[in-house]
Every structure is written in structure tokens, then in C-alpha cells.
């Protein structure tokens, strides 16, 4: 089998059960060789997120690491420029990826909204699209939402479907219903976040003192906000 990447992006602010959710759920379905997990420097439709590059990353790192074929990437980090998915495709193609090969992760529920993306439709062609279903948003509605995409759409992952050209692959699993909104949240509340991140995720954002207040901490050193210079860097 020729190997299969995914791509799990976003603000990641921070990385929580629901996104490990979307990738170990993806990876079990496409039997994934390797998992870019790639936090976002500034997305181009939210906030500025709350946490630095550099604690961004740093969560991101340690919630992939033990995890077989994830990487924690900063490939997005090492830009000042808005980090739109058509960007970091074509990056991707520069190292030598081919749109076959790479599998975006995405849940159901944006993926319902990827008409409002940067160079949609023509990102349809530059990856597959892993979507699995979120608490309120099952994939089966897709098809209905979105029916100009619904011939390219297909169940599950049977490598039949994926012999050609790339596919919207749906894939429905269960996925933690947390969101990196309702964290930051509970952290300015003073409530706990067990169970809605990992473990040394959580001991990271309280050692730090993340998110126990409106002000986001972009001010910190500039170099903590390209900790790898661009590089790939496996936690595996």
C-alpha cells in the first residue's frame, strides 16, 4: 500500500479528546502511515488564538507523543502569513506529496462549511477528505448539505473507491463532544479540564497558567513561536 498521510489541522487552542478523537478514528479506518498534526499561526477565519505558537506546539507535542506515526508539525508556525489549508497543501506538494497521498482530517461539522474556504472548489482536488461525524453533525447529512460534492463522497475507506484521483471518505465514529472554546472557558472559571485534554496536556496548561484570563499571551518572545524552523518532527 502506497502510504497515506493525514492531516489534522487547526487553531488547536488547545489540542483536546476531540481532535485525538478525529485522528486515531481516521487512522484506524484509512490505516494511516503518519499523522501531521499542524497547529495553525493565524487562522483566517477566527480570533487570534489565546496561546502562543510556542505553547500551541508544545501541547500538540505532548498529546501526540506515544502515539505511533503522529508527528507534531509547525509547519504552519514558521509563516506570518494566514495559514489557508491551500497554502499548506501546496507546501506539502513542494516536499514531495502527492494529493493522493494525504488524507486532511476534518469533522463533520466543518466540513459542512468548506464552501466558505479559500479556493474552494479547487482545494477538492489538492487531498482526500477524512470526515468523521461530530456530536450533532453525523456524516450522513452531507450528502443532503452539500449535494454538489455528494458523487465524490464514499463510505468508509475501501481502497476500490480510493484507486483514483482523491475522495471525501466518511468515516462515522464516535468523537468527544469538547470543544477548545469550552476549555478556555472552564480555565477562566476556575473549573477543571479532566477528561476534555490529555493528561500532560493539562498538566502543561496548568503549569503555565493558560487561559486563566481574556488576555492572550501572544506578547511572549518571539523566537518561542518557531520552535523547529519549519521542520517535521515526529513524537512517536
Known amino acids: 500500500m502506497n502510504r497515506r498521510v493525514g492531516i489534522l489541522g487547526g487553531t488547536l487552542d488547545p ?3 476531540g481532535h485525538l478523537d478525529l485522528g486515531t478514528s481516521v487512522q484506524r479506518a484509512l490505516q494511516l502511515t503518519s499523522l501531521l498534526v ?3 499561526n493565524v487562522p483566517p477565519h477566527r480570533p487570534r488564538p489565546v496561546a502562543s505558537g510556542f505553547h500551541r506546539f508544545a501541547m500538540v507535542a505532548l ?3 506515544g502515539r505511533p506515526g503522529w508527528q507534531a ?3 504552519e508556525l514558521s509563516y506570518e502569513t494566514p495559514s489557508y489549508t491551500s ?3 501546496l507546501r506539502l506538494r513542494e516536499r514531495g506529496y502527492d494529493p493522493t497521498e494525504l488524507f486532511f482530517v476534518i469533522g463533520a461539522d466543518a466540513f459542512a462549511e468548506i464552501r466558505s474556504w479559500k479556493d474552494y472548489p479547487h482545494i477538492m482536488d489538492e487531498t ?3 470526515v468523521v461525524s461530530r456530536p450533532g453533525c ?3 447529512d452531507l450528502r443532503d448539505r452539500l449535494p454538489e460534492l455528494a458523487p465524490r463522497m464514499v463510505n468508509g475507506a475501501p481502497d476500490g473507491a480510493l484507486a483514483t484521483g482523491v475522495s471525501i471518505v466518511l468515516i462515522d465514529a464516535s468523537t468527544a463532544d469538547v470543544s477548545s472554546t469550552a476549555i478556555r472557558q472552564r ?3 476556575r473549573l477543571p479540564i479532566s477528561g476534555m485534554v490529555a493528561p500532560n496536556v493539562e498538566q502543561h496548561i496548568e503549569q503555565h497558567g493558560l487561559y486563566t484570563s481574556m488576555a492572550s499571551d501572544q506578547s511572549e518572545d518571539k523566537r518561542l513561536t518557531n520552535p523547529t524552523a519549519g521542520r517535521l518532527h515526529g513524537q512517536s
Open 15 to 17: 489540542i483536546h479528546c
Open 128 to 130: 482526500h477528505f477524512a
Open 187 to 189: 480555565r477562566l472559571a
Open 138 to 140: 453525523p456524516v450522513s
Open 73 to 75: 508539525s509547525d509547519l
Open 38 to 40: 499542524i497547529p495553525a
Open 87 to 89: 497554502t499548506t497543501l
Open 63 to 65: 498529546a501526540v507523543a
